[in-house]
């Protein structure tokens, strides 16, 4: 009897999670759709309030509506958060004609942090389908031991166990490392880029707003970021996280 309390106990708690989710998830859907559709009406200001709502608050975003922020936010003079948008547009589709709008809106030709590599590429298409790789990798594990039940008694011998423990190590890595770097944007002027996470450390180079930097790591009021390649640091207060 105990038993049947616990499973109904967890099925409930299930059903009441994901129940949660849905709402949340149709809320999201409707103050998107009311964003679009003041847009579409052309009453800017309105829809900006209802997307910068759902970014900030509800910690969701899609290419589009970051490229309509960026759209109002030039449209109002703010010229920063145009650039921090069509940035954080860029982590999720690199497109060169967002850097080249970023250059136009910065006044600078010359932005560093936007260059992708072959490993760069590799790194996104692991990120972008991390849920989808582990999902293909638990599932195949699952088959495998499936497998060692039905054929236990043929399963004698260590390498036969092998696939599973493969698979395990996959799902392993695929759900904790196959993440994008956090990036962040130069928001602050001048921002100073030190060798050194002090004030009395080496200066590397002043920046203007609208570099794209890879975040490494925290140092009290610093970041650690990579920049023409090496080691180097940013105040926190000069860099927006995309």
């Not at 969701?60 to 920063?80: H, I, N």
């Not at 790789?133 to 260590?158: G, R, W, Y």
């Not at 002027?189 to 490494?216: C, N």
């Amino acid at each position: 009897m105990q038993n049947l309390k616990q499973i109904f106990l967890t099925k409930f708690i299930i059903f009441f999670i994901a129940f949660l989710q849905s709402i949340n998830c149709q809320a999201n859907n409707f103050k998107l759709s009311l964003a679009d559709s003041l847009f579409i009406a052309q009453n800017y200001q309105e829809s900006y309030s209802i997307y910068k709502d759902i970014l900030e608050n509800d910690e969701a975003y899609s290419p589009a509506m970051l490229l309509k922020m960026a759209f109002v936010a030039e449209g109002m003079g703010d010229f920063s958060k145009a650039s921090f948008y069509l940035a954080k547009y860029y982590d999720l589709n690199p497109n060169p004609r967002a850097i080249t709008k970023i250059k136009s809106l910065t006044e600078q030709s010359n932005l560093m942090g936007y260059e992708l590599d072959d490993i760069d590429r590799l790194i996104k298409f692991l990120s972008d389908f991390q849920m989808e790789l582990t999902a293909v990798f638990a599932i195949t594990l699952v088959i495998s031991l499936i497998f060692l039940l039905v054929f236990n008694k043929k399963a004698d011998q260590p390498k036969y166990y092998l696939p599973s423990a493969l698979f395990i190590i996959l799902v392993f890595i695929a759900n904790n490392f196959f993440t994008g770097p956090r990036t962040g944007i130069v928001t602050g002027s001048p921002a100073l880029v030190m060798e050194k996470p002090t004030a009395g450390g080496k200066l590397i180079s002043v920046v203007e707003p609208g570099h794209r930097v890879v975040i490494r790591s925290t140092k009290d009021i610093w970041y650690e970021v990579n920049w023409m390649d090496k080691r180097a640091y940013i105040k926190k207060e000069h860099i927006t996280r995309l």
